[in-house]
C-alpha cells in the first residue's frame, strides 16, 4: 500500500469513530465529568473572591490545580476541546442520517415477510376476496395516517416516519444550541455598575465599574440607550424565623433608548429586567450612600457627596471611606453606615435590620497625607492611613454635625439614599438558543413517543375456493399498544374483506 | 399578606398522618409481597426469553414487541390474605397520597403561594409525587407488588423532611417570586418522583436479572431467587422502567429549559455553570445515555439499568448535596 492510501484509509478510519454514535456518547459523558469539578471548586467567572480565599488556604494544593485550571473550568482548553470534539462528531454524524432519511421519508414500505403468523401481533380469517377490496383497504388505512403500497393480493404498509424526523430534529437542534452559545458569548458583552438615586448610566465602556466584552466583541455594536436611577425601594420580613429576609425589591428608571428620545419610566425588578435595544439591564443588588459634608476650618465646604458604601451582611451593616484632598492637611474617613444601628462588646457597630429604621454613622476621622499623589492607583473603597492620624471617633445621626477639634472644621452627616447595582448584558445568541431548545423538545417528544410500525394485509388462496386473509404487524420500537392498534387495522379489512364462515357456500 | 399560622400547623399534621399511614402501608405490602407470587415462573420468563431471542434473530428486523402479556398481570400479590394485604397497602397509600396533597395545599394557603420554596417543601411536593404516580399507574395494571419499594422511599423522603429539612412557612424571597417557579420547579418535581419509580423498577430488573441468569445457565436461582419469584420478569422490568424514563426525558429537558429561562430572567443568564445547572446537566446526559444505551446492541439489560440508577444518583446529588454543601446562586434550601 502507498503511503497515501494508507493515511486516507487512516483519516477514514479516524472520521469514522470519531461519528460514530458510541464516540458521541463517550465524549457526553467526558463532558459530564468534566463538567464536576466546576461544581466543587469555586469558579473565577462566578464566585473571584472564593478563587482568592481557596489560593490563600491552600498554598500547597493551590497553585497546582490553578495550572490545570481547576478555577475556570468551563474557561479551560480541555473542556473546550471536548466541547469541539462533540461538536464534530455530532455533525459528522447527523448530517449523514439526514440524507439517509430524506431518502426514506420518499420510498416505500417494505414487503411482507415470507410468514406473518410470526409476527407479534397476527390475525387471520376465511373470506371471499377479489381485487378491489384490496385497493379498498389500502385506501382506509392511508386514510388513518399509514404510508401503504399494494400488490394484486396484499398491502404493505408503515407509519411512524415522525419519528426519526423527530430524532434528527432533535440531534440538529443540539448542534444549533451549541453553536448560539458559543457565538453569544463571543459576540456579547456583559458588565455591572453601580447607580446612586439620582444619578444615571449611559451604555459606553467608561460607565460601567466592571466590563467583560467577548471575544468578538465590537464597540461600534453598543447601542447608545441610557437611564437614571429616580427611586430605588426594598422590603423586608419582620419578626418570625426569617427576620429581615428580603421580600421585595425595584429600581424606578428613566430609560432613553438613545440621547434624542424621550424618555419613558420603567420598573426594574428581581425576574423583571428592563429589555432594550438587545440587552438587557437586571437589578442585582443595592446598598446605601451616607451623604456627608466636609466644611474645613474656616467654614469652606471641601467635600458634599452622597458616597457609595458596601453591605458587610445581610442586615446592611455598610462601610465605606471618604476623601478630602482639598485640605491641608488632607483628610479621610473611615466610617460604618448602619442602617438599624446597635453596639455590643463583640460585635461592635452593626445593624440590626435591613431598612433604615435607625440610620447612624460611626466615623473614624484621619488627617495628614491620603497618599493620592503618588501616581498609584487607590481604591475608593480604601483609606491608606500610613501617613495620617486618627483625630476623633464619632457617631451621628442624620442631620447631626461632628465639630472637629481643635478648629479643623466640621462633618455632618446629611442623611442617606441607597443605591443598586446593575448587571448590563448583551447576548445575540440567546434567543437562537432557546428557539433550538425549543426545537430540541419537539424533537425529542416525536423520537420517543411516535410509534414506528408496519403492517402487512396478504390474501392467499386456499383449494375450498375460499381465501386466507391474514393481518399482522411489527413495531420497529417500544411503544404500546401494537396489538391494539393491529387489531384494529385488522377489523377495518373485514368490513371490506367479510369473513366467512367454513360451509358458507 | 400574613402567614397564616393555624393552616401551616395543619399542613404539619398532614406530614405526621401521611407518615402514620405509610407505616401501615409498609407494613401490609411487606406481607403482600412475602405471600404473593409471579404468574409466570422463573424458568418459564427464561425459556420465554430465549424463544424471544430467537425469534428476533429469524426476524431480522429491530426490536419486535412481544406477545399481549405485557399489559396482564405480572405479578400476583397472592391469594387470601396476601391479596387483602395487598389491597390494605394500596389503600393505605391512596389515602396517604391525599395526606400529602392536604399537606402541601395547607402549606400554599398559609403563605398565599405554591408550597414549593424551600427544601422542606420541595420534599413534600417530591414525596407526593411519587406517590400520584403510583397510584395513577395502579389504575392501569395491578402494581401491588412495586408498593413496598415506593412507600420506603417516600417515607424516608418525608421523615427527612419534617425533621432535618423543616422550614416554618413564610413568604419568598424576591427571585424565587416568579411564574417560572410553578413551570420550572412543578416540572422538575415530576421529572424526580418519576425518575425515583424508574430508578426503583432499574433496581429490581437488576435483582431479577441476575437471578434469571443464574437459573437460564442452569445453576440455583441463589440468595436472591425467593425474592425474584414475587417480582415481575426481567424484561418486564426493563420495558417498564424504559417507558417511564423515555416518557419523562422531554419533560425533564424541558424543566432544564425552564430553569434556564428564568436564570436568564432572575440573573442576568441563561447558563452559567452555577453547580446546580452542572448537575442538572450532568443528570440529563447520564438519562440521555441511558436512551443510547438501550438501543446499543451490548448495552442494553444490566448496563442501561445502571446507567439509569447513576442518573437518578446524579438527581439526588443535587437535590442533597448541592442544596446542603455546595453554595451557589440556587440557595433557597431555606436552612442556611
Ligand atoms: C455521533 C452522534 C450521535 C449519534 C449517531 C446518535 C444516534 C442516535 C440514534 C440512532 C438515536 C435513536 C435511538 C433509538 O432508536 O431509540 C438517538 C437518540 C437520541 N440521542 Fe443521539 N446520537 C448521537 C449523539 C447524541 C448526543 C451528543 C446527544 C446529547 C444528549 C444525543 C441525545 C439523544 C437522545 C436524547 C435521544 C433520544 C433517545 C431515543 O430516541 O431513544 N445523541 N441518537
Known amino acids: 500500500m502507498g503511503f497515501m492510501t494508507r493515511v486516507i484509509a487512516y483519516l477514514r478510519w479516524a472520521w469514522r469513530s470519531l461519528t460514530s454514535m458510541r464516540t458521541a456518547l463517550f465524549l457526553l459523558f467526558l463532558l459530564a465529568i468534566a463538567s464536576v469539578p466546576g461544581s466543587l471548586f469555586p469558579q473565577r467567572g462566578t464566585t473571584p473572591l472564593k478563587v482568592n480565599q481557596y489560593l490563600r488556604d491552600h498554598p500547597q494544593s493551590g497553585p497546582f490545580l490553578d495550572k490545570i485550571h481547576m478555577f475556570d473550568v468551563f474557561a479551560s482548553p480541555w473542556f473546550g476541546a471536548i466541547y469541539l470534539l462533540l461538536f464534530v462528531s455530532l455533525t459528522g454524524c447527523v448530517l449523514p442520517r439526514t440524507l439517509v432519511h430524506w431518502k426514506e421519508l420518499r420510498s416505500e414500505p417494505p414487503s411482507a415477510p415470507r410468514n406473518l403468523s410470526r409476527l407479534t401481533a397476527h390475525e387471520s380469517w376465511n373470506s371471499q376476496a377479489n381485487a378491489t377490496a384490496v385497493a379498498d383497504v389500502a385506501k382506509a388505512w392511508k386514510d388513518r395516517g399509514w404510508r401503504v403500497r399494494t400488490g394484486d393480493s396484499w398491502v404493505a404498509a408503515e407509519r411512524g416516519y415522525a419519528r426519526e424526523t423527530g430524532n434528527l430534529l432533535f440531534h440538529l437542534a443540539l448542534l444549533f444550541v451549541l453553536l448560539a452559545v458559543g457565538s453569544g458569548s463571543a459576540l456579547g458583552t456583559k458588565g455591572t455598575v453601580i447607580v446612586r438615586e439620582g444619578s444615571g448610566f449611559a451604555n459606553n465602556i467608561t460607565q460601567y465599574d466592571t466590563f467583560t466584552p467577548g471575544r468578538a466583541f465590537n464597540t461600534s455594536t453598543m447601542a447608545p440607550f441610557s437611564f437614571q436611577l429616580k427611586n430605588f425601594f426594598a422590603s423586608y420580613q419582620l419578626g418570625g424565623m426569617q427576620n429581615g429576609a428580603p421580600r421585595e425589591f425595584h429600581a424606578d428608571v428613566l430609560v432613553k433608548n438613545n440621547p434624542d428620545s424621550t424618555a419613558r419610566k420603567v420598573r426594574i425588578a428581581v425576574n423583571e429586567p428592563l429589555r432594550i435595544e438587545g440587552s438587557s439591564v437586571y437589578l442585582v443588588g443595592h446598598g446605601y450612600s451616607p451623604k456627608i459634608t466636609i466644611k474645613d476650618g474656616k467654614g469652606n465646604v471641601v467635600w458634599q457627596d452622597a458616597a457609595i458604601f458596601l453591605p458587610q451582611d445581610g442586615n446592611f451593616t455598610s462601610t465605606g471611606v471618604v476623601k478630602a484632598p482639598d485640605t491641608v492637611p488632607q483628610l479621610g474617613i473611615q466610617a460604618f453606615f448602619l442602617p438599624t444601628a446597635a453596639v455590643d462588646m463583640t460585635q461592635g457597630p452593626h445593624s440590626t435590620f435591613p431598612a433604615p429604621t435607625d440610620p447612624m454613622v460611626f466615623m473614624s476621622v484621619w488627617s495628614g497625607d491620603l497618599g493620592l499623589d503618588s501616581g498609584v492607583p487607590q481604591s475608593v473603597f480604601r483609606l491608606d492611613t500610613t501617613k495620617m492620624k486618627k483625630i476623633g471617633l464619632e457617631r451621628l445621626k442624620p442631620g447631626q454635625t461632628y465639630k472637629l477639634p481643635d478648629g479643623q472644621g466640621s462633618i455632618t452627616f446629611d442623611g442617606y439614599k441607597e443605591w443598586a447595582s446593575f448587571s448590563i448584558t448583551h447576548d445575540p445568541g440567546k434567543g437562537w438558543a432557546l428557539g433550538a431548545g425549543m426545537l430540541a423538545i419537539l424533537g425529542l417528544t416525536l423520537s420517543l413517543l411516535v410509534p414506528r410500525r408496519r403492517a402487512w394485509l396478504r390474501i392467499t388462496e386456499s383449494e375450498n375456493g375460499t381465501s386466507l386473509v391474514e393481518v399482522a404487524g411489527l413495531s420497529k420500537t417500544e411503544a404500546p399498544g401494537l396489538v391494539a392498534e393491529i387489531s384494529s387495522l385488522a377489523s377495518t379489512a373485514r368490513t371490506y374483506i367479510p369473513e366467512v364462515l367454513h360451509g358458507d357456500q | ?336
Open chain 2, 1 to 336: 399578606m400574613a402567614i397564616n399560622e393555624s393552616l401551616a400547623q395543619a399542613s404539619n399534621i398532614m406530614v405526621y398522618g401521611a407518615m402514620t399511614t405509610l407505616t401501615g402501608a409498609m407494613g401490609a405490602f411487606a406481607i403482600a409481597l412475602a405471600k404473593g407470587r409471579r404468574i409466570e415462573s422463573i424458568e418459564e420468563s427464561v425459556a420465554r426469553s430465549e424463544s424471544g431471542s430467537h425469534q428476533a434473530r429469524m426476524g431480522a428486523t429491530a426490536t419486535l414487541e412481544r406477545p399481549a402479556v405485557s399489559t396482564a398481570v405480572v405479578s400476583d400479590a397472592g391469594r387470601g390474605e396476601g391479596r387483602r394485604a395487598g389491597n390494605i397497602g394500596m389503600s393505605l397509600t391512596w389515602l396517604s397520597m391525599i395526606f400529602a396533597g392536604a399537606a402541601l395545599a395547607f402549606r400554599g394557603f398559609s403563605a398565599h403561594r405554591l408550597p414549593w420554596g424551600n427544601m422542606y417543601e420541595f420534599s413534600i411536593a417530591a414525596g407526593f409525587g411519587v406517590l400520584l404516580a403510583y397510584c395513577v399507574l395502579s389504575l392501569k395494571r395491578d402494581l401491588r407488588w412495586l408498593g413496598l419499594f415506593i412507600v420506603i422511599p417516600v417515607l424516608l423522603d418525608l421523615g427527612l423532611a419534617i425533621t432535618v429539612l423543616y422550614t416554618e412557612s413564610a413568604q419568598l424571597v424576591p427571585a424565587l417570586n416568579s411564574y417560572w417557579l410553578a413551570i420550572h420547579v412543578t416540572a422538575a418535581i415530576v421529572c424526580m418522583g418519576s425518575f425515583a419509580v424508574g430508578a426503583a423498577l432499574s433496581a429490581l430488573y437488576l435483582v431479577a436479572e441476575h437471578v434469571e441468569k443464574r437459573v437460564a445457565a442452569g445453576q440455583e436461582p441463589g440468595r436472591l431467587g425467593a425474592f425474584a419469584e414475587r417480582i415481575p420478569a426481567s424484561d418486564r422490568l426493563d420495558l417498564m422502567a424504559y417507558r417511564i424514563h423515555a416518557f419523562m426525558f422531554p419533560l425533564w429537558t424541558f424543566a432544564v429549559i425552564a430553569g434556564s429561562i428564568w436564570a436568564e430572567a432572575a440573573w442576568g443568564r441563561y447558563w452559567g455553570w452555577d453547580p446546580k445547572e452542572t448537575w442538572a446537566f450532568i443528570t440529563w446526559v447520564i438519562y440521555a445515555a441511558y436512551l443510547h444505551a438501550r438501543a446499543t446492541a451490548g448495552w442494553r439489560g444490566r448496563k442501561a439499568a445502571i446507567v439509569a440508577l447513576a442518573g437518578f444518583a446524579a438527581i439526588m446529588f443535587n437535590y442533597f448535596i448541592v442544596n446542603m454543601y455546595v453554595s451557589g446562586l440556587h440557595s433557597y434550601s431555606g436552612l442556611n
